[in-house]
């Protein structure tokens, strides 16, 4: 681990200020995720921003929705009632994601930031673009079982580890966000991006701006939800695929249908094509078949990863047959 | 032959010893001890798989903040009695820390760090900065099957006719694959060393202080009374702590260079390359047998990954030769050099390996032969050895299948794969069998009866997790009618009397021998100080003999040792290992939702304990069939997933409640107290449990381990 500076703003202005631009500084909340990065040596800031001090942990009601400040912590919103009766779907991500130690440590914000899982970009002696741009992708023709197979690039087929996020992808949610120039809000499909050619950048946040929280809308559907998360063990992996469900069911038909999936691109993969198909038909296996095939086009595998070829419809199927109560 | 114990306490299921002291963080384990002026220590890992280092600057590393010194090939050779080469004398790879310019694997150390933090020792080994002459390496087990060599050890072996399955009217005929896993115990190595004078004090992580003493001598050239080794507590070992490793000299060169005492703890990520593992190996097995079940012949061929520079061999053909009844059997052994890391034995070594593939091969016959694997089992049930000739010391494998298959509810099993579904779930039933040689080695034992009447035992074994201490003073306990609250057991000190490495399940049969004779002689020496008999004399007495006699306390040394048992009979413990799994339909997840494990391994002197052991081996069998995999890049040579994250280890998620049955009954022959051992049995034969009963579940035969879902969907 480097050597860097360490600061501790009270305010939000200040710690925006603290983070000085030209030099390579992070902000730091839960560090479940950096002070990993930090150790492996794959990333090594100057400055560390600690921002736990400021007062982002709220968990509210608002007019339009559910306010989650960046700071409040995965256990709690895992926990919070409000979370549990408008938006079950995000606490039953956020309980298949990590250990419950990480969870008490992990911010919201936090999570949205968290680095691939990718092998060659934890290991500073191998190639990786995300870590060292230029210096070329070692999963592509290595060993990419864990890796992407939708929007991938040639430079990068990593993949956004957070089910938390594949949640908030489905629930429409907004993220505010602040930097010197003032807050602006970013829909959450927005906040991440896909790899292009510079897949230094997991998402469209400027240098500098901190996440003060998401917001989450109001949304009908509550009962009929599922996340399903297909891992290589039972706790404490990562998704092979996962998908968050979220359907509106009146009378045996689907009213609408939000579908999200982890575990296959760059950022959390929204089904929309799988969704539209939905709407308006009945809650039935066939209709569900028929919506995981259309969420597959374009999907395109690697080596190692042919199976989330078909284990990819199968966990929306298993997903949507979950969230309808259908056997 | 004495057994005349089976009345007091022998098997009571007694909470361990130092159960407290563990749990409430008060037990010293190797890296605690924080003595004065410490210094710490930071290995750096080389980051080429085969090649010579052609320079290695350290002078920012030697320049930093708090930084004591930085050792590397370059200067290793100038210090005291520190003399070696990573070329031996006829001219092959020979590894030894520092000793050369040569790279062997990756991850290979290439310098110590020492700092007066960990921190600032962490940061000044990442200024350390090698440059390589890069050679072709290897690192694909299966690209290199064609160098494969026959290991010096590991003979290949042939009852009857060669390959005698390839005519048998039923036959199966196939390969199995198991990765490289890791033992990762939860604590990590490490040893903090210290020079008094000329003499060296150590702790560190050891499954045998002696023999940690012994390397530590030979190396540095010392004799006996100037090392002192200690490793009271540690905190799972698994078979990675059997052998003394590179970081250990290393640490002992490091403290004397700096005059100070130095400590160093590997990181995770440099466990799975510094520290041995389960070499990979592919295993080619042919069974033959009649229509009517009986087997003609046995074929077990094993590939396994060795490193260039040292021949690892397990035994992975060994269960085939006896465990059935066959009258042909060949098996062949080969090694396959590669730029890895040394492997070394990991629980239930070579057996564990070679269970899997024999035991899923004979589930692959029951169903071609249509017939209950059980009773398969049973039709080619081998009441002698059949590779010794000789009778078994004890061998209740029938009373495992009968007692474990009524627990696991086998009634319930269909023997057409895929019949049975609860839900969504696809039910499957599988058997798996354990063996591994029941072992008595040589060990002494030194007891000392008080004018309080406490009775404390020193020798100089382990405890890597079994409660060794606890089976001691339950032992001595029954041996001498003393309340095992007055007992108490030290071990983990080089000083001790001599006692082998706690390895091979054999701690008990050995050490507990020594306990039980010591006891016995310090009996017998009351009796002949008081001029009684036993019957005379109770137990609570025997201060007021050493107040006769004047005497502050008594204390006797004495050695024990087997017989010549070994060449009369054939001595092993056994397992039968059953699971209920669920499997997916659509996902491929695999639940094991009840496993039991049957197990004769002799008089069981703790239950609680010994099911703990149990446990642990089963958790370790569902880590082998579904989990752990280390994966490789060998455009590298290097690990994608060399660290406790993405390396599965089964959580507590993964693992059912787990019903282990003992037999109970004790061999006659192996030692006083009739044990023979659990460490291994525990784990060999669970894995094929599972592949059998995801195939019995499903109707895939997975022969890749580990089964994860992307194989079943």
Known sequence: ?327 | MEKQLKKSVIGEPMDRVDGRLKVTGAATYSAEYNIPNLSYAVLVSGTIASGTITGIDTAAAERAPGVLTVITHLNASQLVGYQASTIAANGKPNYRVFGGDKIFFNGQPVAIVVADTFERATYAASLVKTSYQKDEHKTSLEDNLVNAISPSRGKDYQRGIVDAYKTAPVKVEETYMLPTEVHNPMELHNTTAFWDGDKVIVYTKSQGVKATQQSIMNTFKLTEDKVQVNSRFVGGAFGSALRTWPHEIATVMAAKKVGRPVKLLLTREQQFTMVGYRPKTIQKIGLGATADGQLVGITHESYSQSSVYEEFTEGSNNVSRFLYASPNVTTRYKIIPLNVGAPAPMRGPGEATGAYAIESALDELSYKLNMDPIALRLKNYSENDPERNLPYSSKYLKECYSLGSEKIGWSNRSQTPGAVKEGDWLVGYGIGCGVFGAHRGRATAKIKISADGTINIQCATADIGPGTATSMVLIASDALGIPTNKITFELGNSAFPQAGQQGGSSTVSSVGSAVHDVSLALKKKLMELSGKTENDVSPGSYTDILKQQNLPYLEITQGSQGGDEGSKYSMYSFSAHFCKVHVHAITGQVKVVKAVAAVDAGTIINHKTASSQMIGGVVGGIGMALTEEVLFDDRYGRYINGNFADYHVPVHADVPDVDVIFIDKPDPVLNPMGTKGIGEISIIGFAPAIANAVYNATGKRVREMPITPDKLI
């Open chain 1, 1 to 327: 681990m480097n050597q860097f500076q360490y600061v501790r703003p009270v305010e939000q202005a200040s710690a925006v200020k603290a983070f000085v631009k030209d030099a390579n500084t992070q902000f730091i909340a839960g560090g479940t995720n950096l002070i990993d990065l930090m150790k492996m040596g794959v990333v090594k800031p100057d400055k560390l921003v600690d921002i736990n001090r400021l007062p982002l942990k709220d968990i509210k009601k608002t007019v339009t929705g559910i306010h989650i400040g960046a700071l409040a912590l995965n256990s709690q919103v895992a926990e919070n009632s409000l979370i549990l009766q408008h938006h079950p779907v995000l606490a039953l991500a956020l309980n298949a994601g990590a250990t419950q130690q990480l969870r008490n440590m992990a911010t919201v914000g936090g999570n949205m930031l968290q680095r691939t899982r990718c092998g060659y970009f934890f290991d500073t002696n191998m190639p990786c673009n995300k870590r060292e741009p230029g210096s070329g992708c070692g999963a592509i023709d290595g060993v990419n079982r864990m890796h992407a197979i939708f929007g991938a690039s040639e430079s990068c087929i990593a993949v956004h580890p957070s089910d938390m996020c594949v949640a908030l992808a489905a629930l429409d949610a907004t993220v505010t966000v602040l930097g010197l120039k003032g807050e602006r809000r970013i829909p959450f499909a927005d906040f991440h991006r896909l790899p292009g050619d510079h897949p230094e950048h997991d998402n469209t946040l400027q240098k500098g701006e901190l996440i003060l929280g998401i917001d989450i809308p109001d949304a009908p559907a509550t009962k009929n939800v599922a996340y399903l998360k297909v891992r290589d063990r039972t706790s404490y992996a990562f998704a092979l695929v996962s998908v968050a469900a979220v359907l509106n069911i009146e009378g045996g038909i689907i009213k609408s249908a939000r579908l999200a999936m982890g575990g296959v691109a760059h950022k959390p993969w929204r089904l929309q094509n799988a969704e539209a198909s939905l709407i308006g038909k009945q809650a039935t296996v066939d209709n569900f078949k028929q919506a995981a095939q259309i969420a597959m086009q374009g999907a395109k595998a690697y080596k190692y990863n042919q199976f989330k070829l078909k284990l990819g419809p199968n966990t929306i199927v298993q997903a949507l047959k979950t969230a309808a109560g259908v056997a």
